[in-house]
Structure formats: C-alpha cells, structure tokens
C-alpha cells in the first residue's frame, strides 16, 4: 500500500466513484440537509425513517468533506469536560448532554444494523492523560462527577 497518496486516509481505502450527481431539474422535500457527511448522513437516514421527505446536497462528492478526513474513531465526549459544562449550563443539562452523547454510539450501531452494514464497529475503552497538575485535578474531578452519574 501507497503510505502516502495525498488523500485522506478513507477515499485511498474505498474510493468513491462518480457519487457526483448534480441536479438536472428541479426538486421539492420537506427538509434540505447541506452536508454529506456523517452529520448530514445520520440526519438523513433519521428523517426518512420518520416518513419525512428530504434532500442532501453538498458542493463537494458525497462525503469528501471533513467526515473523510476523520480517523472513523466515534467519540461521545463533548468537546468541554463535563465538570466545565455542569459550572456552564448546570448539573442537570450538563449530564442530559453527556448521556445524549453516550447513547448516540449506540444509535450510530443501531442505523447500521438496520441498514445491514457491517463496518467492523467496535467499542473500545478511553484513557485519558493529563500533562500538568491542573490537568490531573481535571481528571480526577471528571471522574468523580462521572461516577456519580
């Protein structure tokens, strides 16, 4: 294998091949998603199974955005702690958005289930260093509050 071809890491692996459809008239939908990527793709797939009708569209093929560049790891963490996000929005909505983030590994497993998909998803523990002594305090009060959830 090629360990550098210019590409990310994704499109070298499964290439995309004339997934580039434009318009070639006008269309109606209920709902137009602006994005292919995975964001674009979960909002899609979660609309056409309540029965709405919509449309993706994208500038780029089918995606060839950020999703592409990604390492495929799915994460449920918030990009703030959730001790930080407790002092934000308070304890209640801080862990209503860190369990809505946890369970959305599980809907990520289940959309591919029911698509019949097999992607080789696995889970797989975190473990999370610190590199200063405010960092270590960060964790351990993260941990804490975790466990108490």
């Known amino acids: 294998m090629d360990l550098y071809s210019g590409l990310p890491y994704w499109i070298a692996k499964n290439p995309l091949y004339n997934y580039y459809n434009p318009l070639q008239s006008d269309q109606e939908t209920e709902v137009l998603i602006i994005g292919s990527g995975i964001t674009g793709a979960l909002v899609a797939h979660e609309l056409c199974m309540a029965g709405i009708r919509c449309a993706m569209i994208d500038k780029r093929d089918i995606s060839s955005g950020s999703s592409v560049a990604s390492t495929a790891l799915l994460q449920y963490e918030i990009d703030t702690p959730l001790v930080k996000l407790k002092e934000m929005i308070g ?30 998803f696995e889970r797989v523990p975190s473990l999370y260093y610190a590199s200063n002594r405010r960092g270590e305090k960060l964790i351990r009060e993260e941990y804490k509050l975790r466990k108490k959830i």
């Open 91 to 120: 304890e209640e909505n801080a862990v209503e958005a860190f369990r809505a983030c946890l369970r959305s590994i599980t809907d990520v497993e289940t959309v591919f289930k029911i698509i019949g998909y097999d992607p080789d």
